[in-house]
């Protein structure tokens, strides 16, 4: 197995994927305590880069703590690659969105560099992934994902994000595909 990859999201309650339509057969749709909202992205960088992180976690929560911020979806895109190889169907935020950018624009950066050194090149883009492509999806597949992600209306789906984890690889990721190994309560 590749090493695990680390990341620091805000967990919600994905309930809500139990009520959705069924995916295509050749998409994995997330395990509802897989649901997050992720700020920074460490990748492989070991338990040793995850725990330097964590402590510029910190470090930043005693300065300067994001408040709770409350939170709606809106519509659901491909992201990952193009349109046609897009590797996740995520949903967007309605509510919440500028102050939850400003979030992850303000403390990325600093985590990922304690973790690898490296700063993130993209701009920030609050989502939330609900649904991913398995290796075999054909490209008739992933139209069809398109078209159930295009037909989703999660406008009703509300989350307070109210604390922030460390997240890696479950153990077993044939049900759940991350476990959380820390988390930090805002507010």
């Known amino acids: 197995m590749p090493r695990p990859n680390w ?20 998409l994995r749709r ?37 408040p709770p911020t409350d939170v709606t979806l809106g519509e659901v895109v491909p992201m990952g690659g193009s349109r046609k190889t897009y590797t996740a169907l995520s949903a967007l ?9 400003a979030t992850l624009t303000a403390h990325r950066d600093a985590l990922t560099e304690a973790a690898s050194g490296r700063r993130e090149s993209r701009a ?12 075999r999806a054909t490209p008739e597949d992933r139209d069809a994902g398109l078209a159930w992600a295009e037909a989703l209306d999660l406008s009703g789906v509300k989350a307070r994000l109210d604390r922030i984890a460390l997240f890696t690889w479950s153990d077993s990721r044939v049900e759940r595909l991350f476990r959380v190994v820390v988390e930090r309560r805002l507010g």
């Open 7 to 26: 990341f620091f999201a805000f967990p919600l309650d994905g309930a809500f994927l139990e009520g959705l339509p069924p995916l295509p057969g050749a």
């Open 30 to 66: 997330f395990h509802p305590e897989d649901v997050h909202l992720t700020l920074a992205f460490l990748g492989g960088c070991g338990e040793e880069g995850a725990m330097r992180a964590l402590s510029a976690l910190d470090a930043r929560l005693a300065l300067d703590p994001p």
């Open 93 to 101: 935020l309605g509510a919440g969105r500028e102050a939850l950018t």
């Open 124 to 135: 920030a883009k609050p989502h939330i992934t609900i649904a991913r492509p398995k290796r």
